[in-house]
């Protein structure tokens, strides 16, 4: 069972930067990817982004591609996102997500359904 907790969000500006951590333990070893989603107040729950837990790939909403980066840290099984250029519309609760099913197509890092455990999600809030 692997643990998630998710923390950084915060209430900044139009413009300005935040960056989000999740930390992972507890069966780690079975994660095969991870990802970020957001969900905004009334709208449904969307992804952010992805990335391999080994490996190079890295997946993004093409809303956020440019803007986010998403990046980890093995050796202490963190996941970061960060967000530049935030603006009013990236207001959400933000939430980390691991995957440990076996992993067969890049299709299903896109939804919340392809991933195994959630953290508990972090508030992000940008003002105009």
């Known amino acids: 069972q692997v643990q998630l907790v998710d923390f950084g969000g915060g209430l900044v500006q139009a413009g300005d930067s935040l960056r989000l951590t999740c930390t992972a333990s507890?069966?780690?070893?079975?994660?095969?990817?991870m990802g970020w989603f957001r969900q905004a107040p009334g709208k449904d729950r969307e992804f952010v982004a992805a990335?391999?837990?080994?490996?190079?790939?890295?997946y993004y909403a093409d809303s956020m591609r440019g803007r986010f980066t998403v990046s980890r840290d093995n050796a202490q099984n963190t996941l970061y996102l960060q967000m530049n250029s935030l603006k009013p519309e990236d207001t959400a609760v933000y939430y980390c997500?691991?995957?440990?099913?076996?992993?067969?197509?890049?299709?299903?890092?896109?939804?919340?359904?392809?991933?195994?455990?959630w953290g508990q999600g972090t508030q992000v809030t940008v003002s105009s």
């Open positions: 997500a691991a995957r440990t099913r076996v992993f067969s197509n890049s299709y299903y890092l896109l939804y919340d359904e392809g991933y195994d455990y």
């Open positions: 507890s069966g780690t070893f079975a994660i095969n990817h």
């Open positions: 990335i391999a837990w080994t490996g190079p790939n890295t």
